[in-house]
């Protein structure tokens, strides 16, 4: 079953440009990172998914509803984390909290107390008195207290501490881990690679790779380094070629049976093949992209 599904969702503002053609499909339980730089339409693609702004055209559905006849029933089943978060700057925290969950009709007192502990959070003080990165967290305990199964998370861990970071991705594991499933939107690669099982990646607008990281890797290219060797294997698609003493790195983009045999012809003492991180795939499909325009 999908989670979510879209068909050639298209948002735009005027003449100008918010999302094209999405065809996007998450299967229940996924942990899914949306990846692309600020500008890329990432925020656009969920607001419409929510029902908060209308596509311009093509349709979605989230949890088997139409995103344009059933936004309510949406809201009240998605734990939502917009980019930038906004409270009334009087109230406390735990008024907060309170009013979100009665907004649900929903009594979370016991979960809210529990995430409050973990993330350090004092439910007393007003929100006129917290850090951004408190604010932050008043965000996440609202899209979280409610124990929803499906996350909806735009960039949820800027303005975190390394500390609170790690935290709010052991508490997403656990719901992942339960049966709930994970929309990740973000632009920090790291943590798409160490928490994602697969990768959406989207730019000006555009889906232009979507796949498990290995396969997007395997997609790419790999990075080859010869110890003891001064020359370069007789075959296509080698790039980036660097060379430092006895020793020559470089990227290659193709089959791995055609690397292996090429380098069964040359003289070297070792061999280090390694595959690409996400932030080298990322950049090599945008680069792939760019030359394609």
């Known amino acids: 079953m999908n989670v979510i599904e879209t068909d050639s969702l298209t948002k735009?503002?005027?003449?100008?440009?918010?999302?094209?053609?999405?065809?996007?499909?998450?299967?229940?339980?996924?942990?899914?990172?949306?990846?692309?730089?600020?500008?890329?339409?990432k925020s656009t693609a969920i607001r419409t998914l929510l029902g908060l702004i209308s596509p311009t055209s093509g349709s979605a559905s989230v949890l088997g509803l139409d995103i344009g006849?059933?936004?309510?029933?949406?809201?009240?089943?998605?734990?939502?984390?917009?980019?930038?978060?906004?409270f009334y700057n009087g109230m406390r925290v735990s008024e907060v909290l309170e009013l979100s969950a009665r907004l649900r009709g929903i009594d979370c007192t016991k979960e809210a107390a529990v995430l409050c502990e973990r993330l350090q959070l004092d439910k007393t003080k007003k929100i006129r008195q917290?850090?951004?990165?408190?604010?932050?967290?008043?965000?996440?305990?609202?899209?979280?207290?409610?124990?929803?199964?499906?996350?909806?998370?735009?960039?949820?861990?800027?303005?975190?501490?390394?500390?609170?970071?790690?935290?709010?991705?052991?508490i997403l594991k656990e719901r992942n881990s339960q049966g709930a499933t994970v929309f990740l939107s973000s632009h920090i690669l790291s943590e798409v690679a160490r928490y994602c099982g697969?990768?959406?990646?989207?730019?000006?607008?555009?889906?232009?790779?979507a796949d498990t990281l290995s396969?997007?890797?395997?997609?790419?290219?790999?990075?080859?380094?010869?110890?003891?060797a001064n020359v370069l294997p007789l075959?296509?698609?080698?790039?980036?070629?660097?060379?430092?003493?006895?020793?020559?790195?470089?990227?290659?983009?193709?089959?791995?049976?055609?690397?292996?045999?090429?380098?069964?012809?040359?003289?070297?003492?070792?061999?280090t093949i390694t595959e690409p991180s996400l932030d080298e795939i990322f950049m090599d499909y945008y680069t792939a992209e760019e030359g394609h325009r």
Do not use: W
């Not at 697969?198 to 790779?209: H, L, S, T």
């Not at 396969?215 to 003891?228: E, I, Y």
């Not at 980036?240 to 069964?264: M, P, Q, W």
């Open 12 to 41: 735009y503002y005027g003449k100008s440009r918010g999302i094209i053609d999405l065809n996007i499909e998450v299967g229940q339980g996924e942990f899914l990172g949306f990846v692309g730089p600020n500008g890329a339409g």
């Open 69 to 86: 006849k059933s936004r309510t029933e949406i809201l009240s089943r998605v734990g939502y984390l917009p980019s930038e978060t906004a």
């Open 130 to 170: 917290l850090s951004l990165g408190n604010r932050k967290k008043v965000g996440i305990v609202c899209a979280l207290q409610h124990l929803p199964e499906l996350y909806i998370l735009d960039e949820p861990t800027s303005g975190l501490d390394p500390l609170m970071q790690q935290e709010f991705y052991n």
């Open 198 to 209: 697969r990768a959406v990646i989207i730019r000006e607008g555009r889906i232009i790779a």
């Open 215 to 228: 396969v997007l890797s395997a997609k790419g290219f790999r990075r080859v380094t010869l110890k003891g």
């Open 235 to 271: 075959i296509d698609g080698i790039s980036e070629v660097r060379r430092e003493d006895s020793e020559v790195t470089f990227a290659y983009r193709g089959e791995a049976g055609k690397l292996i045999r090429a380098l069964s012809d040359l003289e070297f003492d070792d061999i």
